[in-house]
């Protein structure tokens, strides 16, 4: 079946400092692939997503590009604050769209 | 415009005692998800409704997990009886339909004592 692996957390950072979390999935065909965050006590917000290869999503200055050859969508910024602090979830909707399969969930950490 | 409304936003309860949980989509949106997020984990579905017909409740246990979604419009999830292990997050999510963007409710927590 489907499935998402990202990198296990926590991540700190410096404020400014670059991020990179990364995210494969395994999928029949061509899912669409999201990246979902979690702040403190809220629900999942949908950060970006993108529906086909080579496709970037973009948000807030977060970036990730489906790239099909190596089966991934990694979350890139190249500047975090301390605000950007939550568990950020990779995510794939299977061909119908009828479902999301989550990978685990990294969280990240930003310190001033 | 109102997001998906969860309530309660915790729960404490024995074991063995029931628990239901309620859920308010976003206005409009005919399809209506129930996931379970354990901790440290990422959200798994547990039931679709299209409007109010569960079209996918392959994940739900249904010795001891109930839903319904009566007038297509809000949405109940109950367990009886609550066990140590459903300690959990329960997550209701909508969209305008299946292929659309899932919107996330903020959830509701269970401790099972």
């Known amino acids: 079946g489907d499935s998402v692996t990202q990198m296990e957390g926590p991540v700190t950072l410096s404020e400014e400092a670059f991020l990179t979390i990364n995210c494969t999935y395994t999928?029949?065909?061509?899912?669409?692939l999201f990246w979902y965050v979690q702040y403190p006590g809220e629900g999942l917000q949908l950060l970006l997503k993108?529906?086909?290869?080579?496709d970037k999503g973009s948000n807030k200055g977060f970036e990730a590009t489906y790239r099909k050859e190596t089966t991934s969508f990694h979350l890139e910024k190249g500047s975090v604050q301390v605000s950007d602090s939550a568990v950020y979830f990779c995510?794939?909707?299977?061909?119908?769209?009828?479902?999301?399969?989550f990978g685990g969930g990294t969280r990240l950490m930003v310190k001033p | 415009e109102a997001g998906v409304v969860q309530s309660p936003r915790y729960k404490i309860i024995e074991k063995k005692q029931p628990v239901a949980f309620w859920c308010n989509p976003i206005s409009g949106h005919n399809t209506l998800y129930w996931y379970l997020q354990n901790l440290g984990q990422g959200p798994e579905l547990l039931i679709r409704y299209e409007n109010e017909e569960a079209v996918d409740d392959s994940q739900l246990p249904k010795d001891r997990f109930s839903a319904e979604r009566l007038k297509g419009v809000d949405s109940t999830l109950k367990i009886q009886p609550a066990e140590l292990g459903d300690s959990a997050v329960y997550l209701c999510?909508?969209?305008?339909?299946?292929?659309?963007?899932?919107?996330f409710g903020p959830g509701t927590r269970l401790l099972v004592l």
């Open positions: 995510a794939l909707s299977d061909v119908a769209g009828n479902m999301l399969t």
């Open positions: 999510a909508s969209s305008l339909g299946s292929k659309e963007t899932q919107y």
């Open positions: 999928a029949t065909g061509y899912p669409s």
């Open positions: 993108a529906t086909k290869a080579d």
